[in-house]
Structure formats: structure tokens, C-alpha cells
């Protein structure tokens, strides 16, 4: 029995997270350290997400979001702005098909509207052509940023109130209902590669209750293995939301 299949024959599907978040880090560095271009880790990275999406499709998450590119992220220097959005465009394009053939819903969050045409486009086909999969809903976080989401939320409720449509009568659940993520629900496991102990403007909101997990690997080096420990490891974990147990 390999380590992978060993590891995968400990996991309770019943304890599974719904939704696994996953700030993906380390793709500079990774290629800083073997004397390459920082793009070219960003490239290397892509070959993880296709693994991590299989692997989440196979042990039946139901929910995966990555993020992909901050909305601090443009103050990089532009060949690697340039690269990066390169990348997302041959990534979603190509990948419409395996997802179709494997059940998977794409899902874009953050203020696209600042993206290329031509990347709009392209995202939008691809959201079009996954939308009644049933299976696996893969989110990218593009141009996202957790504060701008919250900010915009309180400006769209204010404005809704303001002519009438909702009531002043505001709570927790109004103000997900006008998140990007309304749709989905709140993550459960929050993954962090390369080390760095901070959430980066990620999910601020959502993440309330998450469980954290944190790996030195850097997103290139990322193995399914890796990604299956961190999930048995939330599954030994009790979980408060906030609750005090003793």
C-alpha cells in the first residue's frame, strides 16, 4: 500500500470538511531558490492546483476555493502581473473540459471588472460552461481582496436600504447575502503553504470559525499526501465555534 493509499484509507468521509479554502504560497520563492523566474513558479503551481482539485473531487469535498491573486497583488512588478494572467487564461480555457468531465463548477470571486477584456471573456464562457455540474464547486479568488468585498457589502446594503429594498433590520446573514461568496458556505479549513502565519486579506468574513493549517511546502511542492494529512488532521481537531468546552 502506497503512503497516499495508506493515508486516504484513514480518512472518515463523514468528518470530511465542506469546504476547504487555500491560500496558495511560496511559487517566487520556489523558483528564487532554484535561480528560475518568479513566473516560472507560478507556472509550476498550476500543476498543484490541477492536483488539488482531483484530489478533492476523488475524496468528495464539496467546496474548494483558492486564492489566486490579491487585489495587493498588482503592485508586483508587471512581467510577473503579465505572466499571471497569462496563465489564467490558458489555465481556465484548457481546463473547461476536465471539469465538465469530472463534474466540476468553476466559480470566479473578487472585482473581476478590473480584468482584461479578454480574460473576462474567458472566464465567463468557462462559468458558463460548468454551471449546472453538480459536483465539485471550485472557486479562484481573481483580483479579490476580503476588506474591498466588505466595504463594497455595506455600501450595496446602505444603498438597498436606502430605497427601500431591505429593511434596516441588519444582521450576520444580510451582510453574507451581499458577500461574493453568498452562495457558499463558510470554510471550514483554511490551508496555508510556504509558512507564513497570516491570512492575507482572505476570506476575513467567512473565515470566522475556519480551522488553520499550516505547512512550510511551498504551493509547487504541495502532494496530494500533504493536502490528505491536513484534512485528517481537522478531522481530529474539535471544533468550539467559539464555544468554551473546559
Known amino acids: 500500500m502506497s503512503k497516499k493509499e495508506e493515508l486516504l484509507s ?14 496558495m504560497d511560496g511559487n517566487g520563492r520556489w523558483a528564487k531558490k532554484r535561480g528560475l523566474q518568479r513566473a516560472t513558479g507560478h ?25 489566486a491573486f490579491s487585489t495587493e497583488n498588482w503592485k508586483r512588478p508587471k512581467k510577473e502581473v503579465n505572466a499571471i494572467m497569462s496563465l489564467f487564461k490558458i489555465y481556465i ?50 483580483n479579490y ?12 446594503i446602505a444603498n438597498d436600504v436606502e430605497k427601500g429594498i431591505i429593511s434596516k433590520d441588519i444582521n450576520e446573514s444580510t451582510i453574507s447575502r451581499y458577500l461574493y461568496t453568498s452562495d457558499l458556505p463558510d470554510p471550514d479549513l483554511l490551508i496555508r503553504t510556504s509558512g507564513e502565519m497570516r491570512i492575507s486579506n482572505f476570506l476575513l468574513w467567512q473565515l470566522s470559525y475556519a480551522e488553520i493549517w499550516v505547512t512550510d511546502t511551498y504551493w509547487p511542492n504541495f502532494e496530494q499526501t500533504e493536502y490528505i494529512k491536513a484534512i485528517l488532521d481537522y478531522q481530529n481537531r474539535q471544533r468550539r465555534f467559539g464555544e468554551h468546552n473546559g
Request: aromatic share 4%; proline share 2%; glycine share 6%.
Open 10 to 23: 484513514k480518512l472518515d468521509p463523514k468528518k470530511l470538511p465542506q469546504h476547504v479554502a487555500i491560500i
Open 43 to 67: 507556472f509550476a503551481g498550476v500543476k498543484t492546483v490541477r492536483r488539488i482539485v482531483k484530489t478533492s473531487t476523488n475524496i468528495g469535498i464539496k467546496f474548494l476555493t483558492l486564492y
Open 93 to 142: 480555457k484548457k481546463e473547461v473540459s476536465t471539469f465538465n468531465k469530472n463534474d466540476v463548477r468553476l466559480n470566479v470571486i473578487g472585482n473581476t471588472g478590473d480584468l482584461s477584456d479578454d480574460l473576462q471573456k474567458i472566464i465567463d464562457d468557462a462559468l458558463k460552461k460548468t454551471s449546472t455540474n453538480k459536483g465539485l464547486t471550485f472557486t479562484l479568488a481573481i
Open 145 to 156: 481582496g476580503s476588506r474591498q468585498e466588505i466595504t463594497n457589502a455595506v455600501k450595496n
